[in-house]
């Protein structure tokens, strides 16, 4: 038993770039969805800003400027990230991040779409992970 949660371990650690830290940018035409993230068994954003035209959102406006939000849910594996983000009081989802992440030999791409609450809807590219 120890040996198969030890196996699935080094398994999960080994995939790209759901076991790494750093920043993941998804950016389209007008918008930019900038995380940092950081990984541990489970994905953690510590921070996210969302700049749609000159309007920002953040969920930490002290550090980076822009009307509150939160991060409702969020799910990642080596195949998909999924990150809902909330208003300030965890009222209502406001942005929706739904990217599917591909690799073959040494090409990585990832990208997907992302919504916003009266804002619209974007085809974005994920595929720059620092």
Do not use: Y
Not at 13 to 39: F, K, M, R
Not at 47 to 73: F, H, K, L, N, Y
Not at 102 to 109: L, P
Request: some cysteine.
């Amino acid at each position: 038993m120890k040996r198969a949660l030890l196996a699935a371990g080094l398994l999960a650690s080994a995939a790209w770039p759901a076991q790494a830290t750093g920043e993941l940018t998804c950016a389209g035409e007008g918008v930019s969805i900038d995380l940092l993230v950081g990984h541990m068994d489970v994905l953690s954003i510590a921070r996210a800003v969302i700049t749609i035209g000159s309007e920002s959102w953040s969920t930490a406006p002290d550090i980076m400027p822009g009307s509150p939000i939160t991060i409702g849910q969020g799910f990642e594996d080596d195949r998909i990230l999924i990150v809902d983000f909330t208003d300030g009081n965890v009222d209502a989802i406001l942005g929706k991040l739904r990217v599917i992440k591909a690799e073959e030999g040494d090409s990585r791409v990832a990208g997907g779409v992302f919504t916003f609450k009266e804002k619209g809807a974007f085809v974005v590219d994920c595929s720059e992970f620092q």
